[in-house]
């Protein structure tokens, strides 16, 4: 990408409004709380950091909604422009905002309010307001005659304290209105402790008062500045992040309490979606565009889902990472449709998130790490999680959701168990299928077919047998009869020529064989006047790209069995299955064909079902050869070097120890492939067959 643009463009929306001051559980082995401002913020830097090692040119913007509009801030800011002020101003200038804006009051003759700003005002709004005041010296002028002289101080001191020791009587002085001056411009931003009648006289005072109005027109014209999302370079993103995560603790808090200062409001989520569409629309150079909303999605400002329809008509990649504190709720799944027990805020983030196969997805890497995935093929960009580790490991696989890296990362993470051609020679084969002409040899043709796809998962020292090799010795010792051959009585026999296995299946593990990249033998058998209608179907040219539908095929479910065929299952989605045919590229969707489902292939003999047959066909490391095993072994290491030099946060994945249960990070264990040891207990264990945490352990070098 050398002297070009980038066509990426990555936003991150936080929900910053009330109900985020709730704790977030971490489910890391340190047990620290999080709340959810804070782990969502780790979660956007997550992000932005990896997109800056995929496409360094990449922009992002990162929006904040849901600050306190009663008190009169705007609904959303950019939260990296704000921080890029607060930034460059401390740069300038690292002492506190009580001493810059008491600087300011000491030049202008304005010492006896020392007290009042130090006791009384945030050192937040000090900070603002004296940034404000710097930038435009004339409403300093402003601000003076906003505060009492000190003559005038005094004496409401005395009689504040003359109120005060009243109080037992019933006496409340009506000079005290006076006070709420200077009590305006402070008091009414941060509270006091335990207050005497005299202090809850003057308070009530601060609401109608000047100075109370003049600091909240100042922070929030300060913060009108910044409610329009403005996409910047990644890398810009990672490193404001990066400073507001490190000061977001001990003495350097100041810049994230700055921030959350003034949010906890309500939630406008409509309008955070409606500055991230025009955010989008005004770089309409950018293809390649995602948008991650965090939030418990319990908008206020109006149903949001006729702006996520835009951003979806924009093509921009929506997902919605629900947070909880509910650990009760499923942790570390994927849905492919809302659950009636859902709350609004549930399947709002769910209704607006896209929906994507879960083939073209990164949805590979979260299977192998635990989470479950529905078997329809198609999934939303939605998780319910209540954890930070779960916010992070969903997040930081998300770059990938825009096309151009989407195939990149699943060939790089998520067929590590061996699967390195898979994917690429598979889409070859579909393409290009061999015609096997008119004999009746497609139980051949498909059975060779899976094999290969199989046999492509095993690293070997010789040649690995072509499809026209396999298919030619299943001739030899099983030559075609009038109709062909019994599919089991081949794979019995033959499956053993390559140490393979074959396991039947129904739809839903047929499914769950294809989303793990494993090939699936299908049968089938139609009647006479089903396979007319199946054939016309699929030649025609108005209908041969078509799905074909059991509305098309229900008027020839019945009568006498007319012959079977044998076809490889290679995609789903919720809504169709496709096969790879043996009939030659001019036919159907260049040699493939797409059903609504099993029962499209399906017959009724003499009310009797001919059901459609899956077999899934795959290897155990067991019986592999001492070879192939060691081969096995070296590639996976060799590309876990490569992997994690590029993908460094896989090794920040975590992964639980069979044994005593605890969580360490996946970097900490040691062993290989075949055996991993627990960095807390030493327990020594056999990582489950086709687990990314298996490949990640023989991590090429990084442990034992």
């Known amino acids: 990408m050398a002297n070009q643009e980038s066509s990426t463009l990555v936003g991150c929306l936080l929900d910053v409004s009330g109900s985020m001051r709730n704790v977030l559980e971490t489910g890391r082995s340190d047990e620290r709380a999080v ?9 956007a830097l997550n992000i932005a950091r990896k997109e800056q090692q995929s496409d360094s040119k990449a922009k992002m913007f990162v929006g904040a909604f849901g600050l306190d509009r009663q008190a009169g801030y705007p609904p959303t800011v950019d939260l990296c422009r704000i921080a890029e002020v607060l930034l460059g101003d401390v740069d300038r200038d690292d002492r506190s905002g009580h001493d810059r804006l008491i600087d300011i009051a000491n030049e202008n003759n304005l010492a006896h309010i020392t007290e009042y700003i130090r006791n009384k005002l945030t050192d937040s709004v000090a900070r603002i307001i004296s940034i404000c005041l710097r930038r435009c010296p004339g409403r300093i002028s402003e601000f003076i005659d906003a505060i009492p002289s000190a003559d005038e101080t005094r004496e409401l001191r005395n009689r504040k304290n003359q109120a005060t020791s009243a109080t037992g009587s019933g006496l ?245 168990q061996l699967d390195e051609y898979i994917s690429d020679r598979h889409v070859v084969t579909c393409n290009n299928p061999s015609d096997q002409g008119n004999s009746a040899t497609c139980y051949a043709h498909a059975i060779a077919a899976v094999m290969h796809m199989a046999l492509l998962r095993i690293e070997r020292q010789e040649p690995c047998p072509t499809i026209e090799e396999i298919r030619d010795k299943i001739l030899r010792e099983f030559p075609p009869g009038d109709q062909g051959r019994v599919c089991e009585e081949v794979l019995n026999q033959a499956v053993q020529w390559y140490r393979l296995r074959y396991r039947a299946v129904d739809e839903i593990g047929a499914r769950r064989a294809v989303l793990h990249r494993h090939p699936v033998l299908t049968t089938f058998r139609l009647s006479k006047k089903g396979w007319a209608k199946f054939c016309q179907h699929f030649r025609q040219p108005q209908t ?161």
């Open 35 to 43: 709340d959810r401002f804070h782990a969502v913020l780790g979660a």
């Open 172 to 416: 409340m002085t009506t000079g005290f209105m006076a006070a709420g001056l200077v009590g305006a411009l402070f008091g009414g931003v941060l509270g006091v402790g335990v207050k005497t009648g005299a202090d809850i006289y003057e308070d009530r005072a601060v609401d109608s008062s000047e100075g109370l109005q003049l600091a909240r027109r100042i922070c929030r014209e300060w913060f009108q500045d910044f409610v329009d999302f403005v996409p910047r370079p990644v890398s810009d993103v990672v490193r404001l992040l990066q400073e507001v995560q490190r000061r977001s603790t001990g003495p350097h808090r100041w810049l994230s309490g700055t921030i959350e200062e003034f949010m906890y409001g309500d939630t406008p989520m409509r309008d955070a979606l409606r500055r991230s569409l025009s955010a989008f629309r005004a770089h309409p150079d950018c293809d390649q565009r995602v948008l991650v909303l965090m939030s418990d999605g319990h908008w206020t400002d109006g149903d949001p889902g006729k702006i996520a329809s835009e951003l979806h008509s924009e093509n921009v990649a929506v997902a919605g990472v629900y947070l909880t504190s509910d650990r009760d709720v499923a942790q570390r799944r994927l849905y492919d449709q809302p659950a009636s027990s859902w709350d609004k805020g549930r399947s709002t983030l769910f209704n607006i998130a896209s929906k994507v196969s879960a083939s073209k997805h990164p949805i590979p890497v979260l299977m192998s790490v635990g989470w479950q995935v529905p078997s329809s093929g198609e999934i939303a960009l939605y998780v319910c999680v209540c954890t930070e580790t779960a916010v992070e490991e969903f997040c930081s696989l998300l770059v990938s959701a825009h096309s151009g890296s989407t195939e990149a990362l699943l060939d790089i993470i998520g067929r590590l």
């Open 544 to 704: 041969r790209r078509a799905m074909l539908t059991e509305a098309d095929m229900r008027p020839h479910r019945h009568g006498p069995d007319d012959g079977g065929h044998a076809v490889v299952l290679y995609a789903c989605d919720p809504h169709s299955l496709s096969f790879l045919n043996s009939w030659g590229s001019d036919w159907g969707t260049n040699g493939s064909f797409r059903v609504q489902g099993p029962a499209v292939l399906e017959m009724d003999e003499r009310h009797r079902l001919a059901p459609v047959q899956f077999y899934e066909v795959f290897w155990y490391e067991k019986d592999l050869t001492p070879s192939e095993r060691a081969a096995y072994a070296a590639k996976v290491e060799e590309k876990l070097r490569t992997y994690t030099t590029k993908y460094p946060s896989l090794l920040e994945l975590e992964a639980t120890c069979p044994l005593c249960q605890r969580i360490s990070l996946i970097s900490d264990f040691t062993g290989n492939a075949r055996e991993a040891r627990c960095p807390r207990c030493s327990y020594s264990f056999v990582p489950k067959p086709g687990d990314l945490v298996q490949a990640l352990y023989a991590r090429a070098g990084l442990g034992s």
